[in-house]
């Protein structure tokens, strides 16, 4: 992904306006199976997407699926190419996945993020992941675009803040910006 100190900055300064964006910076850039992608735009950074293979790390491993399921996964994996969708696993075996983690773009252009996804994605299917993951905010302006131009199996997932009460000044100064924890 070229300079990752100017990688860095360009992350630095798009994720700063996110409310519990992680905070890049070239050392934590370099992590096993994370790799930085860039779209340039004469010369200078326009967006960043990082690929993250973390499977020789971590992994999601199907534990067990319902009677119904399991009675025609054969058949749906059979299918699953030609839909377009992922195969589904026997019980006991990881999913083949990739993170798309670190998605900038200059003025949160919803063109630019999709180049940038659609690149993330076909980075993933190139090392083998059959699912590409990535984290978006209800309501984010990229959300509907991207549920447009990629087949997906969206899941929700709701943020809690656990504090003590001596904590409470704190938490009411918190942005009430949606949180984007990538």
Not at 12 to 32: I, K, L, N, S, V
Not at 124 to 150: C, K, M, N, S, Y
Request: hydrophobic share 50%; glycine share 8%.
């Amino acid at each position: 992904a070229g300079d990752l100190p100017e990688v860095a900055a360009f992350l630095h300064e798009r994720m700063a306006r996110r409310q519990f964006a992680p905070a890049w910076d070239a050392g934590a850039m370099t992590q096993p199976g994370l790799v930085w992608m860039t779209l340039r735009q004469g010369g200078t950074i326009a967006g960043v997407i990082g690929v993250w293979d973390q499977r020789a790390s971590r992994q999601a491993v199907l534990r067990g699926m319902p009677p119904a399921i399991a009675r025609v996964r054969r058949i749906a994996n059979l299918a699953a190419p030609t839909l377009r969708l992922p195969a589904i696993p026997a019980p006991g075996q990881p999913i083949a996945q990739a993170f798309l983690t670190g998605l900038a773009v200059m003025d949160d252009d919803p063109e630019l993020a999709l180049a940038l996804t659609a690149a993330g994605i076909a980075h993933a299917a190139r090392i083998g992941a059959q699912v590409a993951t990535i984290g978006l905010p209800a309501g984010h302006a990229w959300l509907a675009p991207v549920r447009r131009r990629f087949r997906a199996i969206e899941y929700q997932t709701q943020l809690h803040i656990a504090y003590w009460p001596e904590a409470a000044p704190a938490v009411a100064a918190l942005d009430p910006a949606p949180a984007f924890p990538d």
